[in-house]
């Protein structure tokens, strides 16, 4: 990153192309129909799956634990894995925990700049109302 440039901010206000506002309300959507059908108390990795048939089931395309580059200064240093990647668009980061943490908020902001998209999904399934467990991060 360019010491010149400010870095790039978390934005929740802001409204992408419709396209991708269509998409996430879809994701959304699935995951409150698997919340409606689990609840909360399940393990993350539980989540995920149910995520992946609801996804299919509603012919949403997706890559789940997505591999990506981790690079410093241009350099390839590392590689990580997305939750998964909803129609090359949106970044989705399933949780399981007690309560977000702003390292969770970090990640995915790390994760829309590694992958220059531009809208994540933060959702945690633990909560008794998943729209308290909701958080749309925009880059």
Known sequence: ????????????????????EMLAT??????IEVHREMGPG???SHY?????????????????QHAISVSYKGHVVSEGR???L????IVLELK???????????????????TQKRLGL????NVPLLKDGLKRIVL
């Open 26 to 31: 879809r994701v959304i959507g699935a995951a």
């Open 1 to 20: 990153m360019d010491p010149q440039k400010p870095m790039p901010r978390m934005r929740n206000d802001v409204r992408l192309d419709d396209r991708t």
């Open 82 to 84: 997305l939750d998964m």
């Open 48 to 64: 995920e799956e149910a995520m992946c048939f609801e996804l299919t089931q509603q012919g949403i395309p997706f890559l789940r």
């Open 96 to 114: 399981a925990v007690q309560a977000l943490a702003p390292v969770f908020d970090a990640t995915v902001l790390a994760y829309l700049r590694a």
């Open 86 to 89: 909803v129609d090359d668009l």
């Open 122 to 125: 933060l959702i945690n399934f």
């Open 42 to 44: 399940f393990l993350e």
